[in-house]
């Protein structure tokens, strides 16, 4: 199980707002880097999230610059996943390549601290708090391999490529 994590502010939520350019190249540790996640927005979130907790967004999640310190930093934070309406193309990418898991669903039955339950195999976000079960976008076979390893170098150590599932 894992709770729920609401910002305040749902939609556009660039990449210099989940980790602000002041820190992103000054901080090279990930879990340094971590806690500073939202400062602009939400100066304590990070002492909020808990590991294996999810970020919950709207629209257009991680719209910005296509560096990869935001999806290093959330993941590093001990979140598992963001479930947003949306999300930037190459945020998207990045975070997988990373291992941070992202889920496109209808995020308004979620509420900050709600417990859920992910079950990408079956595309459900279980919301147990409120008794309601979200349908998702499916994740892609090969990004659900990236996940498993932790990311898309660990994934390219482990397999020396990526024959077997192109």
Sequence with gaps: MAFAHRLTMKNDINTD????GRYKFKIQDPKELAKYIFVDLE???YKKVKPG???????????????EQ???ALRASGLTAVLAKSFARIFYRNAF???????????????DMDEIELDIENNLVKNISKGVNIEIKPVPKIMRKFLEKGGIIEYFKEHGGFDEIV
Excluded: H, K, Q
């Excluded at 889920?103 to 509420?111: A, G, K, L, S």
């Design 53 to 67: 907790d999810v970020l919950v967004a709207g629209e257009n999640f991680g719209c910005g610059s296509s560096r």
């Design 17 to 20: 707002y989940i980790i602000s």
């Design 43 to 45: 100066p304590d979130f």
């Design 97 to 111: 390549n990373v291992g941070l898991c992202l889920i496109e669903c209808e995020t308004n039955f979620v509420d």
């Design 70 to 72: 935001a999806p290093v």
